[in-house]
């Protein structure tokens, strides 16, 4: 069974740093690309970040460039994103999304629906 599990989320003030983590069970990340994704109350659910299978390619929205980072331990089956310089706008749950295929993650840019596993999310609350 494939499971992805987030953590790391909480209350944190505007420029402040969280970093949130998605540990994966069942499959493994040289043969899996990760996303990340958020959905804030009354809004779509958006990409934010990205990383392929084997951590070739990483790729940001314009929104977090700059200030989140994303990375990978395999060792660990865990995704990391660290969050710097947090924006109330920030405020959302943060998915994790994972899939075989490529395509979800480039250099141009994230996929944004349709990857096959998904946690259930961590929610992040930035206070002014």
């Known amino acids: 069974e494939v499971q992805l599990v987030e953590s790391g989320g909480g209350l944190v003030q505007a420029g402040g740093s969280l970093r949130l983590s998605c540990t994966v069970s069942?499959?493994?990340?040289?043969?899996?690309?990760v996303a990340w994704f958020r959905q804030a109350p009354g809004q779509d659910q958006e990409g934010v970040a990205c990383?392929?299978?084997?951590?070739?390619?990483?790729y940001y929205k314009k929104f977090v460039k700059g200030r989140f980072t994303i990375s990978s331990d395999n060792a660990k089956n865990t995704v990391y994103l660290q969050m710097n310089n947090l924006k109330p706008e920030d405020t959302a749950v943060y998915y994790c999304?994972?899939?075989?295929?490529?395509?979800?993650?480039?250099?141009?840019?994230?996929?944004?629906?349709?990857?096959?596993?998904w946690g259930k999310g961590t929610l992040v609350n930035v206070s002014s």
């Open positions: 069942g499959i493994t990340l040289d043969q899996n690309g």
């Open positions: 990383v392929s299978r084997g951590s070739a390619t990483t």
């Open positions: 999304a994972a899939d075989p295929a490529e395509y979800f993650c480039s250099r141009y840019g994230i996929i944004e629906y349709g990857m096959d596993y």
